[in-house]
Structure formats: C-alpha cells, structure tokens
C-alpha cells in the first residue's frame, strides 16, 4: 500500500515533499511523491529559483499512477502547497480515484496558506484550500491557517478548541493544530490539539524558541504514518509530536531541519509526549 503526496518540491532543503517523503520512506513507508511547485530552495531563505509544475504535466503524471495500478493500491493521499488554485482540482481528482480504487482511502489536506500572522498565498489558492476542507478526512493546520479557516482569532485555548470544532463542521472528521500559543498556554511551552468526532486532546510541549521551514510538513506526514495502522488520534498524536520534537530539538538555529541527522528520532524519539483528553 501506498501514500500519495502532492506538494511542493525543493532542490536544496527539507520542504514539502523534501521533508514529507524522506521521513516516510525511512518509517518504511511506499509514497508516491507529486511536487506542485519545484524550487532551488525555500523561499524564506531569498533568492529562491523555480516555479509550478504546468497543470498538465500534473495531470499526465495522475494518468501514468492509474496506469500503473496505484489507486487500487493506496491508502491515504496527502496534500500540502499547491502552488496555483488550478492544483486543488488535480488533488480533487486524485483524491475521488484513490477514494474509488482502494477501500477506506483516506485524504489529509495540509492546508498551507501562511503563519506568523502573514498569508503567503493568493486569494484564489486560500479559497481553493477553503473547498478541499469539505472533502478532507484529516486536516493540519497550524494557528494563522485554523484562523483563517474557521474565520475568527485565537486567543486562548478555549477559542482554539472552537475554531478546530467550526472546521470540522466543514467536512473533516480529524483537525490537528500542529503549533499554538494563546493567552493561557504556560510560558516556554507550545499546545498541539486535535479533534476526532466528538473528542479532543491537548498535548503540551517544550517550545524551541526559533523557526522552523518545514516543520508543519512532516508533523502532517508523521501523523498520517502513526494514524494509519490503527486509526488512533491520541496514539498518533503522541508519537508524532514525539518524533518531531526529537528531530526540532537537533535542528540548529536558522538551519534546514536535522532530517538525515536526527533520522533515528522518527522511530525511536529521545522523549515521549503523551496527549491529555480534554473533550
């Protein structure tokens, strides 16, 4: 069984499918990777090179994986940057042939549309982002992108458990919010929560005070990895805020994250972070 991922793609970096296939690989995962965009390199670093992959090359490479037999044999499609709007018609495709091919077929939309408070896409991608919620099983987003989808800010913890709830409403039954700091959130320490049905969890970690390219990227594909065996949230929760704390936590100040360096952090992390059920 296998795992479609379609988005971006960088040369230099661990980004997207930079990040997002290597980490699955190494927990010996089949991903079939579909880059949206391809870089020379993360743009926040300046200077990056590159642009979108033409609609109809995306296309022809949907084509060539059902040829192939692959959506009679994937088990999950994973979605990040698309890069232009058009893109989200090619997931959408992507998502209702795998759904059709291969039983309990399961999509997480990433939804990347900004952070820090800065939207970094234009407004058709955030409104095609907006429409691929009603389809998505799971969703990822982080504070600004929860913000943005579920129309209102975040102050506290309370309004972060309301937004997840207004964006499960749309259509997804799971919504993590990989990264959240609000008024009541302990000093030195950042929320991860998520919602599944009618429950929710809140697990507290040790903030790493820099920034991070990436990190939301393989947060999304760790928990895809952990969730998928036994369709556990809290489980799945735990063990991916664990492996990529271990892999943050030997990523060193303005660098590109420890990916290949810290690799033995996504099967055996060096902490354990374990969720409390709060819903």
């Not at 991903?31 to 033409?54: D, E, K, V």
Request: contains cysteine; hydrophobic residues 45%.
């Amino acid at each position: 069984m296998g795992i479609i991922s379609i988005q971006s793609q960088l040369v230099s970096g661990h980004v997207g499918n930079a990040a997002a296939v290597f980490a699955l690989q190494r927990l010996g995962r089949e991903i079939w990777p579909i880059p949206t965009i391809l870089l020379s390199h993360h743009p926040g670093h300046g200077g990056a090179q590159g642009g979108p992959i033409p609609l109809a090359l995306l296309d022809s490479l949907i084509a060539g994986l059902a040829a192939r037999g692959c959506f009679n044999d994937c088990e999950a499609v994973l979605s990040g940057y698309l890069g232009q709007a058009a893109t989200a018609q090619i997931v959408r495709h992507a998502v209702t042939r795998a759904k059709a091919g291969t039983k309990n077929c399961v999509y997480l939309c990433d939804p990347v549309l900004g952070d820090d408070g800065r939207t970094y896409v234009t407004a058709d991608v955030e409104t095609a982002v907006h429409n691929l919620a009603a389809i998505a099983d799971i969703m990822t987003p982080n504070a600004y992108e929860l913000s943005l989808l579920a129309g209102e800010t975040l102050q506290n913890r309370y309004d972060a458990l309301r937004a997840l709830r207004r964006v499960q409403a749309i259509g997804p039954r799971i919504v993590l919010l990989s990264s959240f700091s609000g008024a009541d959130t302990p000093a030195g320490t950042l929320d991860v929560m998520a919602v599944d049905g009618p429950a929710a969890w809140r697990l507290t970690l040790p903030l790493i005070a820099q920034k991070f390219f990436g990190a939301g990227d393989v947060f999304s594909a760790l928990f895809l990895h952990f969730w998928l065996p036994s369709q556990d949230t809290a489980a799945a929760l735990g063990k991916a805020c664990s492996a990529l704390f271990g892999v943050l936590a030997q990523t060193s100040p303005g660098g590109e994250l420890a990916l290949i360096q810290a690799q033995n952090a996504l099967s055996t992390p060096p902490r354990n972070f374990a969720p409390e059920r709060i819903a």
